[in-house]
């Protein structure tokens, strides 16, 4: 027993200095600028993203439903979806989030179920850890699920449907007429055809989604620019979190020239698993559609990020929270609530992005 209690102390030491080691380093490294105040409408801000940033869009757009007035997921599932089965305080969420909520047929499980996760909703709702689920009601939601992505299934993005035909949303456009795999589609021949699953998880289905989403969440939406006349900015995440919290110190922002002088709308593009700038560069912030879309629309798009890591907490393919890594209790995690800290980064960012030119940040 002794010999144990002695390995496991120096594991924990050896834990305890590479984590200070870490915290060195980042704070050490070259910060980019921070994220500029530019005025923005936040009356009109939507949220999309694929995968795990499908999972944290839906989250944001139910915890923030005052804020978020559309919302666009690329094979995601519903609200708080780890959260069942199981009753607190047992509930197994992180195996929840690789089953139910990912391919339940292969791992044997039932698909998540929207009816017990919209009263989830309302529960949490009443407790005042989201915002009332009346406002869901107003927004737009966009749904998408490729035909050979066995990754996140159409049985699971059914659920999310349900959900918010259960919330009462006012547009929904659920497009599952593709056979696509795992990815982000575009109409871009550089991508991996079609119904192939594979990094940096980028599929030409010949169909733009970037913008059939965006034109869904802003009717009205005109055609693309086809020369980019904004700047991509890369800012420091640093200010809105801790390092317990999984972000990667810099994030990134599309913005049009015109909303330097002018009000523009915000829209905040989650990525997917692996799909993090440093693993895939501008692939997203860059490649993936929105940006063309956004600089002939006035529309400012946010891109944070997530990093990969091995060690705390535990993220090695990037992904975003939605089964409560970056929770301080793993037994009662706080992801899909307002208190959970990615969800607070990013509000927090946001919020900058409203404030009047020029502002301090603070």
Known sequence: MKGILMRLTRRLLMLAAWLLVALALRTEATSAPPLPALQADLGQTTVSGLSSGAYMAGQFAVIHSSLVTGAAFIAGGPYYCAGHPGRPPFIPYLANAMSVCMNPGDAGANPPDAVFLWRQAQAFARAGLIDN????RRQSIYLFSGGADRTVTTAVVDQAHNFHVLAGASRIRYRDNLDAGHGMVTADSA????????????????????????????????????????????????????????????????????????????????????????????????????????????????????????????????????????????????????????????????????????????
């Open 133 to 136: 689920v009346a406002n869901l």
């Open 191 to 362: 991508d991996n055809p079609c119904p192939v699953t594979a990094a940096p998880y980028f599929n030409n289905c010949g169909l733009p989604l970037a913008h059939e989403l965006l034109a869904h969440l802003y009717p009205g939406l005109g055609p693309p620019s086809a020369t980019l006349g904004g700047t991509v900015l890369k800012f420091d995440q640093r200010p809105y979190a801790g390092y317990s919290a999984g972000l990667d110190d810099t994030g990134y922002a599309y913005v049009p020239d015109i909303c330097r002088r002018q009000t523009c709308r915000v829209h905040v593009a989650f990525h997917g698993c692996r799909q993090g700038a440093a693993l895939v560069g501008d692939h997203f912030y860059g490649r993936a559609g929105y940006n063309a879309v956004a600089d002939a629309n006035h529309i400012i798009v946010l891109y944070p990020q997530v990093r990969t890591s091995r060690f705390y907490p535990y993220n090695p393919r990037g992904c975003w929270d939605f089964w409560g890594y970056s929770s301080a209790d793993p037994f009662q995690p706080d992801f899909h609530t307002r208190e959970g800290s990615q969800v607070r980064a990013v509000f927090a960012m946001v919020q900058r992005l409203g404030q009047l030119r020029n502002s301090p940040h603070r």
